[in-house]
């Protein structure tokens, strides 16, 4: 029996997520996406594994740049996982995020951790690719606060206490 595709979203969005930007350099500039699809997958060595669209832009700049970062965003940066969750040019969405490099990569400077990761494989995942990332560098905002979450469709907050 066939598993409707809507039916498997709704069900799986019940499974709270943090929210990210994944991002690379390029010849024409910084370009990045918005994705809730990123885990780690082993200490030794340090991988962590993002899945791509098949169809993204970002996928296209991370296969020929063979790089890229996650910004892991923090509560109250839902206009950035908008922003570049949109079809909006690249320059744009740079433009309004303050942003540094870090490792070569683009860190957006809010974000409450990040990573740099060199491609160790691309794999195929039905309508996304799945790349695998070695860490080549890492950081936290040493005041911390909280993740922004997807569940349900709807961005949310974590919330400690009963």
């Known amino acids: 029996m066939a598993t409707d595709p809507q039916r498997f979203r709704e069900v799986m969005g019940h499974f709270a ?8 350099g390029g010849p024409g500039g910084p370009s990045g996406l918005t994705t809730s699809a990123v885990a780690a997958v082993s200490l030794d060595p340090p991988l962590l594994l993002v899945c791509f669209d098949n169809a993204s832009r970002t996928l296209e700049a991370v296969r020929a740049e063979r790089r890229f970062s996650v ?27 303050d942003h540094a490099s870090e490792d070569g990569l683009p860190v957006l400077r809010d974000a409450i ?9 691309l794999l195929p995942g039905g309508d996304h690719t799945i790349a ?31």
């Open 17 to 24: 997520t943090g929210v990210a930007v994944v991002a690379c």
């Open 71 to 97: 910004n892991v965003l923090r509560e109250g940066q839902e206009e950035i996982a908008l922003l570049f969750a949109s079809k909006s040019e690249m320059g744009e969405k740079f433009a309004s995020v």
């Open 113 to 121: 951790a990040w990573t740099a990761c060199d491609v160790r494989e």
């Open 132 to 162: 695998l990332g070695a860490i080549t560098a890492l950081g936290a905002d040493p005041a911390e606060g909280r993740p922004l979450l997807h569940h349900r469709g709807a961005f949310a907050g974590l919330h400690h206490g009963a």
